[in-house]
């Protein structure tokens, strides 16, 4: 793993330049990079509720390849961004079983689905991360916190602080009657909001 950089997950936003995409971003750990990663909808979806630890009411796709990999007594070992061709990331997903290692090729967003349900080591090559890296040095964080804070406050700060604000109106049992229905329905950004004002009071 010399030729290696781990990474950790840091983010995930939406994209404005790219509608019904978002932007995953991973920090070297360890170090000052950036490596941001544009991926869709679904994906960033499954990679927040497992972040989240909201259980949804059927198996996603990701959990499902988790409980066919487990059936068959194969771990996730760890992910590795391989390349980068044209813009476009391409990532390998490393199983092993007690008698072989099998590498499977992925999309990084999909694979970073799986190697947070499994726990699993995220890693870079240091070719991939030196193109497509960013520095971030400790005025560049502090800008992008308050771009953030920023944001969250005029955009969907106004619509989930609201939102927050009217779930403090609810009893406990309407806050779990309505995760229920939030998770039934698969809205889990509402889940989480939910979920969040079930643990302040408790």
């Known amino acids: 793993m010399d030729q290696t950089v781990e990474l950790e997950i840091l983010g995930l936003s939406s994209n404005h330049s790219q509608s019904g995409s978002f932007t995953l971003v991973m920090g070297e750990v360890g170090g000052i ?7 869709g909808m679904f994906e960033a ?14 198996p996603m796709t990701h959990d499902l390849f988790k409980s066919f ?31 072989k290692v099998v590498e499977i090729d992925a999309r990084p967003s999909d694979a970073i689905a799986i190697a947070v ?22 005025e560049d964080e502090r800008r992008e916190h308050e771009r953030s804070s920023k944001t969250k406050r005029s955009t969907g700060s106004s619509s989930s ?4 604000d009217s779930l403090k109106d609810f009893s406990l049992d309407k806050l779990n009657q309505l995760l229920d229905k939030a998770i039934n329905n698969e809205d889990y950004e509402k889940a989480a909001r939910i979920r969040d004002e079930i643990n302040r009071r408790n």
């Open 69 to 99: 990999s487990s059936n068959f007594n194969y771990s996730i070992d760890h992910i590795l961004i391989s390349d980068m061709r044209e813009g476009v990331f391409y990532a390998k997903i490393v199983c092993r079983n007690s008698s």
């Open 117 to 138: 349900r499994f726990d699993a080591a995220i890693f870079c090559s240091k070719k991939v991360m030196s193109e497509a890296g960013i520095e971030f040095n400790e």
């Open 33 to 39: 990079r950036r490596l941001p990663i544009v991926i």
């Open 45 to 58: 979806q499954a990679i927040a509720i497992e972040i989240e630890k909201i259980i949804p009411n059927r």
């Open 161 to 164: 602080s609201k939102s927050s």
